[in-house]
T-cell receptor, first 111, second 115 residues
Framework: SQQGEEDPQALSIQEGENATMNCSYK?????LQWYRQNSGRGLVHLIL?????REKHSGRLRVTLDTSKKSSSLLITAFRAADTASYFC???????????FGKGTKLSVIP | ETGVTQTPRHLVMGMTNKKSLKCEQH?????MYWYKQSAKKPLELMFV???????ENNSVPSRFSPECPNSSHLFLHLHTLQPEDSALYLC??????????????FGQGTRLTVV
């Protein structure tokens, strides 16, 4: 069953601005991960946040996790044209081998 | 390069053909996965292998048959597919099953078209 649900489905950003994507999920998790995918290619892991963590940073990325609301956000600061891609959240639940993905947010640059 | 290599990158096959997708990881990981990505649908997990043993099979039709001969290689054997099976097939690996707080490394995928 689908777990992660990203919002918005598509987002256009000007270079230099910040881009924020949200993810909601339904059941309890062990960890939540964000991935990036360039068109028609494989996914690249960005960041993993465990269920007992609230915030994590990696370069220009900032991820938050609110387990009480079953939601996470990914913030990309100082957006660049090279950040254009689809971004997916994925959840790993207790007792499961699965990473369950949402449909993703397609992020593009405003020319 | 993620350390996970998939071949072929593109495959066109007829509904009566038999073909195989290959995945190889050079990372010393213990778990490997097959995912299917169709247009406008979330990635769907098909199979999971942990230490060469299949541990999850998500109600995948029998026309898809996985094989994991060793911890570095994973195959997906295809036969009598349907046009709706056309999709991007992604292989991934992780040090341990992802529930244990490890990330997954994905290959570039095989774009499969069934005609």
């Amino acid at each position: 069953s689908q777990q992660g649900e990203e919002d918005p489905q598509a987002l256009s950003i000007q270079e230099g601005e910040n881009a924020t994507m949200n993810c909601s999920y339904k059941t309890s998790i062990n960890n939540l991960q964000w991935y990036r995918q360039n068109s028609g290619r494989g996914l690249v892991h960005l960041i993993l946040i465990r269920s007992n963590e609230r915030e994590k940073h990696s370069g220009r990325l900032r991820v938050t996790l609110d387990t009480s609301k079953k939601s996470s956000s990914l913030l990309i600061t100082a957006f660049r044209a090279a950040d254009t891609a689809s971004y997916f959240c994925a959840t790993a639940g207790a007792g499961s081998y699965q990473l369950t993905f949402g449909k993703g947010t397609k992020l593009s640059v405003i020319p | 390069e993620t350390g996970v290599t998939q071949t072929p990158r593109h495959l066109v096959m007829g509904m009566t053909n038999k073909k195989s997708l290959k995945c190889e990881q050079h990372l010393g990981h213990n778990a490997m996965y097959w995912y299917k990505q169709s247009a406008k649908k979330p990635l769907e997990l098909m199979f999971v292998y942990s230490l060469e043993e299949r541990v999850e099979n998500n109600s995948v039709p029998s026309r898809f048959s996985p094989e994991c001969p060793n911890s570095s290689h994973l195959f997906l054997h295809l036969h009598t597919l349907q046009p709706e099976d056309s999709a991007l097939y992604l292989c991934a690996s992780s040090q341990d099953p992802v529930v244990m707080n490890t990330e997954a490394f994905f290959g570039q995928g095989t774009r499969l078209t069934v005609v």
